[in-house]
């Protein structure tokens, strides 16, 4: 009786409306904003194939980290002593594991993966004890047993060298994104399903909203430290202006109407989730890499407005709207069940930019991309299909 008296206190209360994002809740974003800001510039150091694909591998992870600490707040009381206390000891992991960024694929690779497995085993292990009464109970445990079997794949990996530790990186993020399809099946202890999460869908919109907020202020930050650093011209000062428009664009294709209209959708359906966990956990994914990407290519373009166009440079300026477009179309189809026609539309015309790379500019490939943007922003401001 007395655990359970302690669950009840650690949960916290719903309300009809959807429970606030605490300032606690805030505050540990901001090892996440270090996160992200380590990942753009290591994709702008390293912007190649390899290089992509390693920056991928650890946006997979650093976005599994925070959204599952997300799901865990959902739940528990971020204000309750022991929530918050096992909350620092993430932040502490985070900051540890966003510090190795740089360099996790040469000489930090175990700081990196030894920080990401203690932050998955340890808020695991903590909601696993915590919920031993609650209903939820069975599912934290198998999340537990999971992620403390990709823990040992991480931690060979962080002790392997060259392509051996991305190889079982990769297996173990594979095996991570894999358990919430299967319901975290695990021998002796059964399987879950999405009907038992009961989410309270606006607390996750609204964490989800504010991690958006996070890479859209790193885009802005790129695009103000590269234009100070630079020797004013013309064609930077176009740049700068079609980045600036870029970020306004993609923050209103975002926050106009679908990030409101979407937690209540999802907190009104019969599985919500299972909505949450498609719309959420997995489709937002691309929508964040899209915007990382394109504050790469901000930087590019207004460090060398009139220059060549080469396959990175026109990648990273077609391919981060490209990203975050796809996303977006997949998660409102998810969301409202219905695919939007300006967004396929605008997929369509950043393919037929690519036709002119040959040609064009960097400034002249950010410019009509961000028209492109610009026009799915209108399509919104007029109430028109989302």
Same mark, same amino acid.
């Given at each position: 009786?007395?655990?359970?008296?302690?669950?009840?206190?650690?949960?916290?209360?719903?309300?009809?409306? $959807?429970?606030?994002?605490?300032?606690?809740?805030?505050?540990?974003?901001?090892?996440?904003?270090?996160?992200?800001?380590?990942?753009?510039?290591?994709?702008?150091?390293?912007?190649?194939?390899?290089?992509?694909?390693?920056?991928?591998? %650890?946006?997979?992870?650093? /976005?599994?980290?925070?959204?599952?600490?997300?799901?865990?707040?959902?739940?528990?009381?971020?204000?309750?002593?022991?929530?918050? %206390?096992?909350?620092?000891?993430?932040?502490?992991?985070?900051?540890?594991?966003?510090?190795? =960024?740089?360099?996790?694929?040469?000489?930090?690779?175990?700081?990196?993966?030894?920080?990401?497995?203690?932050?998955?085993? $340890?808020?695991?292990?903590?909601? #696993?004890?915590?919920?031993?009464?609650?209903?939820?109970?069975?599912?934290?445990?198998?999340?537990?047993?999971?992620?403390?079997?990709?823990? @040992?794949?991480? =931690?060979?990996?962080?002790?392997?060298?060259?392509?051996?530790?991305?190889?079982?990186?990769?297996?173990?993020?594979?095996?991570?994104?894999?358990?919430?399809?299967?319901?975290?099946?695990?021998?002796?202890?059964?399987?879950?399903?999405?009907?038992?999460?009961?989410?309270?869908?606006?607390?996750?919109?609204?964490?989800?909203?504010?991690?958006?907020?996070?890479? %859209?202020?790193?885009?802005?930050?790129?695009?103000?430290?590269?234009?100070?650093? #630079?020797?004013?011209? #013309?064609?930077?000062?176009?740049?700068?202006?079609?980045?600036?428009?870029?970020?306004?664009?993609? /923050?209103? =294709?975002?926050?106009?109407?679908?990030?409101?209209?979407?937690?209540?959708?999802? &907190?009104?359906?019969?599985?919500?989730?299972?909505?949450?966990?498609?719309?959420?956990?997995?489709?937002?994914?691309?929508?964040?890499?899209?915007?990382?990407?394109?504050? @790469?290519?901000?930087?590019?373009? =207004?460090?060398?407005?009139?220059?060549? @166009?080469?396959?990175?440079?026109?990648?990273?300026?077609?391919? *981060?709207?490209?990203?975050?477009?796809?996303?977006?179309? %997949?998660?409102?189809?998810?969301?409202? $069940?219905?695919?939007?026609?300006?967004?396929?539309?605008?997929?369509? #015309?950043?393919?037929?930019? *690519?036709?002119?790379?040959?040609?064009?500019?960097?400034?002249?490939?950010? *410019?009509?991309?961000?028209?492109?943007?610009?026009?799915? &922003?209108?399509?919104?401001?007029? $109430?028109?299909?989302?």
């Amino acid at each position: 009786m007395r655990s359970e008296r302690l669950t009840d206190r650690l949960f916290r209360q719903r309300s009809p409306h $959807g429970t606030p994002v605490t300032p606690f809740e805030l505050f540990f974003d901001l090892v996440y904003v270090f996160a992200v800001t380590q990942l753009g510039h290591g994709l702008a150091e390293h912007f190649t194939v390899a290089g992509a694909a390693q920056t991928l591998l %650890l946006l997979a992870a650093v /976005w599994w980290a925070w959204m599952y600490t997300s799901w865990t707040t959902n739940w528990f009381h971020p204000d309750h002593v022991a929530v918050r %206390l096992t909350l620092v000891g993430v932040m502490l992991a985070s900051l540890v594991m966003a510090a190795a =960024i740089p360099s996790a694929f040469d000489g930090r690779g175990l700081w990196f993966a030894g920080a990401y497995a203690a932050i998955q085993v $340890g808020r695991s292990l903590f909601v #696993a004890v915590a919920a031993r009464s609650h209903p939820l109970g069975p599912t934290f445990q198998r999340i537990l047993a999971w992620h403390s079997f990709t823990a @040992v794949l991480w =931690i060979a990996g962080g002790l392997a060298d060259g392509p051996a530790g991305a190889v079982l990186w990769t297996a173990a993020l594979a095996l991570e994104y894999a358990a919430p399809w299967h319901g975290y099946t695990t021998p002796f202890l059964g399987r879950s399903h999405p009907s038992e999460w009961t989410i309270d869908a606006e607390h996750m919109a609204e964490r989800c909203r504010l991690f958006m907020l996070i890479v %859209l202020g790193e885009s802005l930050l790129v695009a103000g430290a590269t234009f100070s650093g #630079a020797q004013p011209s #013309a064609g930077r000062v176009a740049a700068f202006l079609s980045a600036f428009t870029a970020a306004v664009a993609l /923050w209103w =294709i975002y926050f106009h109407r679908a990030a409101d209209a979407a937690g209540e959708r999802i &907190a009104a359906s019969g599985d919500p989730g299972r909505l949450g966990r498609s719309a959420y956990t997995y489709l937002h994914v691309p929508v964040i890499a899209g915007v990382i990407v394109t504050a @790469v290519a901000v930087k590019t373009t =207004i460090a060398h407005p009139t220059g060549t @166009v080469t396959a990175g440079t026109a990648c990273a300026i077609l391919g *981060g709207p490209l990203l975050f477009l796809a996303g977006h179309l %997949l998660f409102t189809r998810a969301v409202f $069940g219905h695919l939007s026609r300006s967004r396929l539309l605008a997929l369509a #015309a950043l393919a037929a930019l *690519g036709l002119t790379t040959a040609i064009a500019t960097p400034l002249m490939l950010m *410019g009509g991309a961000a028209a492109v943007l610009l026009s799915v &922003a209108a399509g919104e401001l007029r $109430g028109g299909e989302g």
